[in-house]
């Protein structure tokens, strides 16, 4: 078994080939520091676009809803989801999200 710790601009080119999915899952947009801080930029869903358009694999990539990522991601395919969050026991929001893919 291996396990690696990278970011994703070395784990992507490092595993891609054409019988690849990737599953990605970064935070969401506004939300960039919810992983830790400083760990995700508002940038590199840019960088991670520009990845994404080079790859040779398939990706599934889910993100909030945003104009923003529309306009970042809009050379892929979109699919939106609504769904609910709830942190509290009882509290829910309906949201909604997108499921990008190439």
Known sequence: MTIE???F???IPRYDKST???YIDPPYYTNENDYGKDLFKRSDFE???ELLKG?????????NDR????????SFDFEGVSLKYSIAKNATNKVGELIISN
Do not use: Y
């Open 9 to 11: 601009e070395k784990f």
């Open 5 to 7: 710790n990278l970011s």
């Open 55 to 63: 790859l040779k694999g398939k990706f599934i990539l889910s993100l």
């Open 67 to 74: 104009p923003e990522v529309r306009e970042i991601f809009k």
């Open 20 to 22: 690849t999915l990737f």
């Open 47 to 49: 960088v991670l676009n």
